[in-house]
């Protein structure tokens, strides 16, 4: 069976993996969206399909005022005797925590917080005797000598208690000199070894896999000298796969091994869609992994030895709002913030504007490729001035770009505006128009957008030629890709106004 890679297009960095009696479950990052953490089912890691989002309560996922690159950084999935742990980090709030379930589908228990568990990137190990172990990366405890200077430590984990007990061990600090940013890493045991795999590099150009290995849990660990043993840093800014690395393993009931980890497609040297998923296969040889052997690079396609079992890929379930597992928010949402109505979706209009470090009012989809358009229709009628709806194509609060529909200065307009990190906030397009229901399109190709509408007189553009470049990770900073949002606002006052969407009609090519 050939699998096409990215098996998750668009935004789904960090992935996380483990193998449940013939079944695979995958989690991703997902910063300050709301609900956090998709999680993912395949039986044959070529149809991945959502369902549920592991935290999907306000209780599990405080978020507060912060931008969209905090928040859930680095999830871990894994399976032991019954029951599914995820571990991860929320930078805004709690530091590093467990979730558990019976069902990967949910619900997922309230957070348990791990005192003393400094740093990021946590993942959790059980051991042939039952054990649980805690190995995460922190802060060089002798002081940080050069930037990204990290270690990697192990611990062990209580479970009945929800702590961390005994000492821990600094065991790792990269297999570079002065490596920077040894972070993700996981740990396995396999043939009486045990394995430390991490990234290594930051997470731009220089990503990489590494692997060290030990006879004992607590090391000390042996340097592969393949290191990197899986990375893109050696083939240049111009192809078309970059920033390889944060990689997990998972085993398919027939001893076949292969990895999941992050990658980006720029697009003229601009990486929109942030980091997606990837899959690589995996062969053991000298007691070391090899990526792709033969290969040594990612490829479009991977041919495994399973069974295809699924026709398509399904999106399945919706919230108790009536909102598909798919579709995210910003932060944590307002109650009743957005809710399915018939065919669509009705969004109220909040005073917070997508400029802002608020939970807007704003329901989205992640863009999986660089030539798409995307289309919706609204139902609304602006009542005071500020209010407003549309659409958005939106990386962050300090990188956007939209058409709305609103009143402003009085008047009822269509007006495209941009929100960049070096310009801040621009009216790019404006015209007046007075109309019950307005369809909005943004169409991305390469790197050019065009936006416009149609109020029931045929598509009229207002802005084409708009460069996106400004929405990459490479302008825009952060951890995070692009989504787009239907939006509602009332720009810094109370209302009791909504405005009904059709939905996102999004094609891809």
Known sequence: MEIKNPILPGFYPDPSACAVNGKFYLVNSSFCYFPGVPIFESTDLKHWHQIGNVLDRASQLPLGHDGMSRGIFAPTIRYHEGIFYMITTNVSYGGNFVVTATDPAGPWSEPHYLAGADGIDPSLFFDDDGKCYYIGTRPNPEGVGHNGDWYIYIQELDLENWCLVGDYKMVWNGAMRKAEWPEGPHLYKKDGYYYIMHAEGGTGPAHAVCVARSKELWGPYENNLMNPVFTHRHLGKDYPIRYVGHADLIEDTEGNWYAV?????????????????????????????????????????????????????????????????????LRNPVEGMAKGEGNGYRLKLLPYTLAEKEPAAFLGLRQTSYYFTAKTTVDFTPEADGEAAGL???????AFLAVVYGKFDGKNQVRVAKNSVKGGIELVAAEELTADKVSFTISQKGQTAILSYNAGEGEKVLAEGLSTKFLS?????????????????????????????SGIDYTAE
């Not at 000298?286 to 398509?312: C, R, S, Y």
């Open 261 to 329: 980890m992050l990658a980006s497609r720029p697009c003229e040297w601009h990486t929109n869609m942030g980091r997606e998923t990837f899959l690589a296969k995996v062969t053991w040889e000298d007691g070391w992994p090899v990526f792709n052997a033969g290969i040594g690079i990612l490829e479009d396609t991977v041919t495994v030895p399973l069974k295809e079992t699924e026709g398509e890929l399904i999106t399945s379930g919706k919230d108790a709002d009536g909102i598909p597992f798919t579709m995210v928010k």
């Open 392 to 398: 958005a194509l939106f990386q962050s609060e300090q």
């Open 473 to 501: 990770t490479e302008s825009a900073g952060g951890f995070v890709g692009c989504t787009i949002g239907m939006f509602a606002t009332a720009n810094g006052k109370e209302s009791s106004n909504t405005a009904f969407f």
